[in-house]
């Protein structure tokens, strides 16, 4: 398996433009994760998707920020419109479905590094 | 809410030798599972080792293993024989009932490896 995929890797973009951001989970995982990480925060979950519906959006920071998931082999977060304070690396994890004491592990795409200028 | 903490920011050790890194977590759960990820300079999040709460018998994985002390809500990570490629940021994180929620990170430890 080609592991989790995120797109693009870096992202540069002007203050007000709209970001978009992509994820394709592992085949076969019923949980995406879509984290951010930066110096001040730290790593802080956004949002959390089980069988492509959202679960958790408590972490996202404003209405500026959105997250899809049409099928279980895509999402996406999108930022409209993006501010200098976005800018950090943002991750996307996926999980396969744990039964009783089962595997909860979670895997990390590569990130995105985005920066709003 | 669960809370973890990593009072190192920075540790170093020879090329070789054995390293323990420091971790913290409070939880109400009675259900939920611990873990150590490394991020390289490469900033891929990998995982290194897992433990599930009700296991008493602690996790390893080759040259790393834990020291999980549930009552006093611990779990550190050694790792034994340590190579220039584990030179890292080292991240510990919980996650409550089976895993499949959100991860809790601490701030992490960057381990420098000496040759």
């Known amino acids: 398996d080609a592991g989790v995929i995120q797109s693009p890797r870096h992202e540069v973009t002007e203050m007000g433009q709209e970001v978009t951001l992509r994820c394709k989970p592992i085949?076969?995982?019923?949980?995406l994760f879509w984290y951010r990480q930066t110096m001040m925060r730290g790593l802080e979950l956004l949002i959390y998707?089980?069988?492509?519906?959202?679960?958790?959006d408590s972490g996202m920071p404003e209405d500026r920020f959105s997250a899809k998931m049409p099928n279980a082999s895509f999402s996406t977060l999108k930022i409209q419109p993006s501010e200098p304070r976005d800018s950090a690396v943002y991750f996307c994890?996926?999980?396969?479905?744990?039964?009783?004491?089962?595997?909860?592990?979670?895997?990390f795409g590569p990130g995105t590094r985005l920066t709003v200028l | 809410a669960q809370t973890v903490t990593q009072s190192q920011p920075e540790m170093s050790v020879q090329e070789a030798e054995t390293v323990t890194l420091s971790c913290t977590y409070d939880?109400?759960?009675?259900?939920?599972?611990l873990f150590w990820y490394k991020q390289p300079p490469s900033r891929q999040m990998i995982l290194v080792i897992r433990?599930?709460?009700?296991?008493?018998q602690n996790a390893t994985e080759n040259r790393f293993s834990v020291n999980f002390q549930k009552a006093a809500k611990s779990f550190s990570l050694k790792i034994s024989d340590s190579q220039l490629g584990d030179a890292a940021m080292y991240f510990c994180?919980?996650?409550?009932?089976?895993?499949?929620?959100?991860?809790?990170f601490g701030t992490g430890t960057r381990l420098t490896i000496i040759p």
């Open positions: 994890a996926s999980s396969p479905t744990s039964g009783i004491y089962g595997d909860g592990t979670q895997y």
């Open positions: 085949s076969g995982h019923d949980y």
């Open positions: 998707f089980n069988n492509n519906v959202p679960i958790d």
């Open positions: 939880t109400s759960e009675s259900d939920y599972y």
């Open positions: 433990q599930e709460a009700y296991k008493q």
């Open positions: 994180a919980s996650a409550r009932g089976f895993g499949n929620e959100k991860l809790t």
